[in-house]
Structures are given as C-alpha cells and as structure tokens.
Nanobody
C-alpha cells in the first residue's frame, strides 16, 4: 500500500511559478513510475507529466512542454512538478499517481493516487 500526499498548490498570477510536491509513504516508490495529472472544473482528468523510476526519462503533455518540469528525489520518496509561466488555463486540481512499470498517459493503469492539490492561476 502506498499513500501519496500532494502539496504546494495555491493562488498565483499568470506568469508566475509554483512547485508541487508529492510525498510517498507506506513503501518506497523508488522503482515505480510517477505521473502528474490535473482536472479542471467540468473537464476530464488529463495527463500532465510522467517520469520513470530512475528519473532518466520524462514525458509531458504538449500543453505544458517547456513550462513544467517533473523530477524525483528517491531518497526523499518524493516527486516534484515545477510549474513556470503559469496560465489561467493551468487552473485545476493536480494529482500525483504511481504505478509499477513505465510511465503512462492513461489514468487507468496507475495503482495509487493522492488526494490532489488546488492550483489557481489568475489573469
């Protein structure tokens, strides 16, 4: 069993930055892929970014490529999402998730999810 807790969300002006953290407990996520997803009001949850177990491979949605960076700190059992040049359309609840195997854009293959953290970007 893995528990994931996201933090770092908040209210920021357009063009600003936030860093989200996802701390895992229960068991190590050292050998697991991690993903960040988001869900805006009235919309489906969507993939944002993913990272493989070693951190050597990262994946991004086109909408965030060049602005967001996913990274992981194995010793801290934590994954981060650095978000720069934020836009109002980035407003959403952001979730982290983990799965054994390679990162995926498909929500259904992830085994554990956090409760989410709200990010609001004002114009």
């Amino acid at each position: 069993q893995v528990q994931l807790v996201e933090s770092g969300g908040g209210l920021v002006q357009a063009g600003g930055s936030l860093r989200l953290s996802c701390a895992a407990s229960g068991r190590t996520i050292r050998n697991s892929a991690m993903g960040w997803f988001r869900q805006a009001p009235g919309k489906e949850r969507e993939f944002v970014a993913g990272v493989n177990w070693s951190g050597s491979s990262t994946y991004y949605a086109d909408s965030v490529k060049g602005r967001f960076t996913i990274s992981r700190h194995s010793a801290k059992n934590t994954v981060y999402l650095q978000m720069n040049s934020l836009k109002p359309e980035d407003t959403a609840v952001y979730y982290c998730a983990t799965r054994d195997g390679a990162p995926s854009q498909a929500m259904g293959v992830y085994d554990y999810w956090g409760q989410g953290t709200q990010v609001t970007v004002s114009s």
